[in-house]
């Protein structure tokens, strides 16, 4: 099966979705997106970048690296010289009670795309960023879908449909928020470990480029330091115990991700004595300080987990407006089911799983999920107001294609044609579309 026509079929609809979800969620209905649109204003007003810690009133997210932002400032400033007050006020009624008011912010349903303030307008136009990067993740994760099921198109089509109509994914995917930028990121640096791996070393270039890449996640946002440990186990995978190899090639990957991200970590370095902005991050977030213990804490990491599927597979708003429980039933009767097919090839393939080539790109999979999945659950424990699903969006193709391969024996039993694709396309661009009039729009108030 040719997967090009196909393909472009579920780009057209993944984009056109994310437009029609953009232009209809009210302004500023998305968490924290009136921060990430603060956070470019403070750029454009000071002419330079935040210099945490603040407090939450008047800073809420001007704690994040500024990569994202700094890539969004051009496009605000080119509306001329703004206040950049979008004139929206907070809903008391929703810091009452959000789960029985959906809208943040007074007013926010009546405003539009085509709203005189030109500081809502351009709401619309940085959303659009938005989809642009969420289209090139979808891209990605199709390539990176494509190295692990080479004599399976079928495969390749599942996966990349189970990210593009995620509602939660197009519903972040239509907002502002750096997140896009970092799930790109990520999923690029992923799928080049992915095509490397079966090679018996990296060319210095593909070393320097994933550092590059790399250099730019970490500047995006902090958690994506977890790639520095996915990619040192990488080269231990790829390696073995050529020592001075991974030495060289390490050396190549430090350098692309100094020259991408080193004036950042210099900044850091004269301001906090550290290169990351940890400590800044650290002091704004004492006041979300856990301080449970034993069974307490044991609560939290049941309630990260609940918490963080609900958020991965559609909650909308600011997280107070939910799918049917019988939605979540079916996903996670779906995850139960891919993960037993998963456990069940590992058992089976145990003896060669660091000799193939596949099962070391599934390896790489595998540990990106557990070490983010695991770095934000101690993050969680430490400050427990993380437990958004879109903290664990930068792994969403392996997750998808992991949940695909796990369930593929089954899968394979279709043989899909260009019609059948379209079809799916079809069906998912229909499923989100009444999710939004049905689920999401009728809330706001």
Known sequence: MNTKKPFSFIIVSFILICIIWSILIPPFEAPDESGHY????????????????????????????????????????????????????????????????????????????????????????LRFVSILLATVTVFFTFKLA????????????????????????????????????????????????????????????????????????????????????????????????????????????????????????????????????????????????????????????LLFFMASFQTYWGMFGWYNIYMPQAYYLLILSVILFSMWGLWNYFKENIKTIFKTTLDKQLLILLLSIFILWGSMLLTFLKYPVVSNGRFLFPTIAPFAILMVFGVKKYLLKFNLENKHINLLAIGGFLINILILFIIILPKYQ
């Open 38 to 125: 603060g956070y470019v204003s403070f750029i454009l007003n000071n002419s330079s970048l935040p210099k945490p810690p603040y407090s939450w009133n008047e800073g809420g997210s001007l704690y994040q690296p500024p990569l994202y932002y700094l890539m969004l400032s051009p496009i605000l400033k080119t509306f001329g010289k703004l206040n950049y007050d979008n004139g929206l006020r907070p809903n008391p009624k929703w810091v009452e009670n959000r789960f029985q008011v959906a809208n943040a912010f007074i007013g926010s349903f009546k405003e539009s795309i085509f709203s005189k303030n030109s500081n809502i307008r351009v709401v619309y136009l």
């Open 146 to 301: 494509s190295l692990i099921f080479l004599k399976h198109k079928n495969l390749v089509i599942f996966s990349t449909l189970l990210v593009a109509f995620n509602p939660q994914f197009i519903f972040h995917s239509s907002a502002i928020t750096n997140d896009n930028l970092a799930i790109l990121l990520t999923t690029l640096a992923i799928f080049l470990m992915v095509k490397t791996i079966k090679g018996v070393k990296i060319n210095p270039k593909t070393a320097l480029a994933l550092g590059l890449v790399v250099g730019l996640a970490i500047i995006t946002k902090l958690n994506l330091l977890f790639l520095v440990v996915v990619i040192f186990i990488f080269l231990l995978m790829l390696y073995r115990e050529k020592y001075l190899q991974i030495l060289k090639t390490g050396f190549f990957i430090l350098a692309g991700i100094l020259i991408s991200g080193g004036w950042y970590f210099y900044l850091n370095l004269s301001r906090y004595g550290e290169p990351f902005g940890i400590s800044a991050q650290t002091e704004m977030f004492a006041v979300f300080a856990n301080r449970n213990t034993g069974y307490h804490l044991l609560n939290d990491v």
